[in-house]
């Protein structure tokens, strides 16, 4: 593939920020340059030396003033819920029986599942979304249509077919040895090709069985090297039932514990309310808790406690995602932007450092994928993000008294959104511009 060379303001984390000025957190090139081919960064750093480095036939692109970052990262979102986001209700049951388990049904049509695919990509790429932790619905078509699409696209995702075998509509429902089978299909046909890497998924533990819990695990032992996503503790009626499901667990997480679910490769979408036991539980192996602000808002399921999970003698590892359609945009910056005033709700303070941070190397970390994206480091994959923090008249107003680049991030983050992302670079390629 041709080389492509980008000129523009580069930003890439080496560390979480410690500081609203923390500057050994992060490397910043005012004319800086990134050098792409065969859908790696090759070189980044100073513009006149990288420029040096690049084939004569490289094709190169000027985007200053723009800022060059690594492409953002989505912890957890449901692809069958497009068209779910906006719905009115008062809380997280009453919503998946009212829309969303009705919605998911549709997806048992290959055609419905491929045409919702292309529009979900279409908008993770125009908000500059490279890489997402994604929910299928329980239908095995509905993960091939999500793999095609992305390979096509030859996209990093992380997605799974949801396992779910009670209190749901039949229409969404499987069995152990079917949710296990169709999850093994899907394994075979789409794990490690191209980009693709599948999550084990049930979709929590009140949707499975004890057998299909058991099947889930089984899933685990045998495919350790896999990530495995679910829900916990969202909701305090959702705690109830599970506790009601599961009469001889200790707590919520201890439904997940019994059944071998915990570990490093293991992201528990919204996590708000923990125990001090679960907190502990979920540290010691290394689990993943998911904030999801917007959802978590819209929804009235609680504020979720990031520093005190951060900060404590034994921190949990913390993920950002959007969670739509229970959230309420796509962006990655509105996301952010609604997670600073879930903390300031609390008394806490999250830096503008610190929520770009949360979106590219910090959630690469979550992921244990921090070898493959989220910074500009050469090796890794070039998926890039850029944006324009003049990208609308409020915006281009306020940059008139911006002096510092962390005033620039915070004015990203609090009026920034599609309209902001300049281009968004997948393996090297522009993405944004050829929709």
Known sequence: MTARLIRGRLLSFKDAPKAIDDTASYTYEEDGALLMQDGLIVAAGDYSTVKEKAPADAIETDHRPHLIMPGFIDAHIHFPQMQVIGSYAAALLEWLNTYTFVEEQRFADAAHAARIATAYFDELVRHGTT????YCSVHKTSADAFFTESHRRNMRMVAGKVMMDRNAPPELLDTPQTGYDDTKAVINDWHGKGRQLVAITPR???????EQMEMAGTLMREHPDLH???HLSENKAEIEFAKELYPWAKDYT????????LGPASLFGHSIHLSEREADVMSETGSVAVFCPTSNLFLGSGLFDLK?????????RIAVATDVGGGTNYSMLRTIDEGYKVLQLQGQRMTPLESFYRITLGNARALSLEDKIGSLEPGREADIVVLDAAATPAMALKMEAVTKLTEELFLLQTLGDDRA????????EPAKSTL
Do not use: H, K, W
Not at 254 to 261: A, L, Q, S, T
Not at 421 to 428: H, N, Q, S
């Open 131 to 134: 890489t997402a932790v994604t």
């Open 204 to 210: 929590f533990a009140i949707t499975s069985t004890p």
């Open 228 to 230: 495995m996503q679910t």
């Open 254 to 261: 201890d439904i997940y514990e019994r059944y071998g679910m």
């Open 308 to 316: 005190t999970l951060d900060e404590r003698s034994n921190p949990v």
């Open 421 to 428: 992302i300049v281009e968004t670079y997948v393996a090297g």
